[in-house]
């Protein structure tokens, strides 16, 4: 069991992790992990003498920081406490309880984030050449077709409902993250995969579910099984590197904008909010935007001389 903390201290993230939830729309995942964070934080200002949040200032956050570092928190672990930590204090301070945030401007080091490699289109080819009977393995195929040809998130998937599915229209209504709507459109062998299993599900239907995509026991499938009949495909079908949801969703984003070079129409597929996020996951090189500059920007090209 984790030592429990002062009420003083307990009250107020009860109230930010009430106003991530109702205000901010953020997932559950998103919420544990917050109130661990600052749980721990803390636990580590009243080991330090630190009567309350109202106490904290610059010197006390650095210590934060040091301890973690102390404890060995690898540097991308620690950036993402002091992520929390200036979030929550920008939430202390929107309700008055602190003039500033003591934790902006301190920075922590921090690891290059490390890309998957994507599979290129042979790779992925060999990886979705299922075609059989099972209901598992049409159901399993039209999951990886739908990631691959979407680039949809894991937790976005596994949340789909067979009402979001606009067969039609060719659509899909999308909830990422903070809760926000977002249609994806998806045609050829995503859409083809995905009618016949919506032909094939009731015979794993074992009573009344909303879920697109079911388990062999009739009820929404996990994260963890996705996970591991991926793996599994990937053996299976003789790729040589792991097959994983994000590998599936990076090769989408990868393949998109190499033959479109559209990098904006990426970022709204991938339901990223800032299109640095989407130049980070692409992996582009600055040549590959200078010349997408170029070609698209209207103030980007010479004028004729006069």
């Known amino acids: 069991m984790s030592q ?7 009250v107020w993230i009860d109230a930010f992790i ?50 973690g570092a102390r404890e060995g928190l690898k540097p991308n672990s620690l950036a993402t406490r002091m992520s929390c930590l200036r979030s929550f204090l920008d939430y202390l301070v929107l309700k008055g309880e602190l003039v500033a945030n003591p934790a902006k401007g301190i920075s922590t080091p921090r690891n290059h984030k490390r890309l998957p490699k994507n599979l290129d289109v042979d790779e992925t080819g060999q990886l979705l050449d299922i075609d059989m009977d099972d209901p598992l393995a049409i159901r399993d195929r039209s999951i990886m077709e739908l990631m691959y040809g979407t680039g949809m998130r894991l937790s976005e998937l596994i ?16 909830i990422g993250k903070g809760n926000k709507e977002r249609i994806v459109p998806f045609s050829g062998e995503a859409k083809r995969w995905v009618l016949l299993w ?30 591991k009949r991926m793996s599994e ?21 990868t393949h998109i904008l190499e033959s479109s070079g559209n990098l904006r129409a990426v970022q709204e597929m991938l339901g990223h909010e800032s299109l640095s996020t989407t130049q980070v996951y692409t992996h582009l090189d600055f040549q590959h935007l200078a010349q997408a500059y170029d070609k698209a920007h209207p103030r980007a090209k010479k004028k004729p001389e006069s």
């Open 198 to 227: 919506l032909n094939t599900r009731p015979s794993l239907l074992k009573m009344e579910e909303e879920a697109l995509f079911i388990s062999k026991r009739g009820t929404r499938i996990s994260h963890r099984n996705v996970q």
């Open 18 to 67: 009430a106003y991530l939830h109702n205000e901010r729309g953020m997932s559950e995942h998103t919420q544990k992990n917050y109130q661990k964070q600052l749980t721990i934080i803390a636990l580590q200002l009243t080991s330090f003498g630190v009567e309350s949040w109202q106490k904290l200032d610059v010197p006390w956050v650095r210590q934060v920081a040091a301890k």
């Open 233 to 253: 495909w990937g053996i299976k079908q003789g790729v040589s590197s792991h097959i994983t949801p994000h590998k599936l969703r990076h090769s989408f984003a």
């Open 159 to 174: 949340q789909l409902n067979v009402k979001n599915v606009l067969g039609d229209r060719g659509e899909i209504r999308v």
């Open 4 to 10: 429990p903390i002062s009420s003083v201290y307990q």
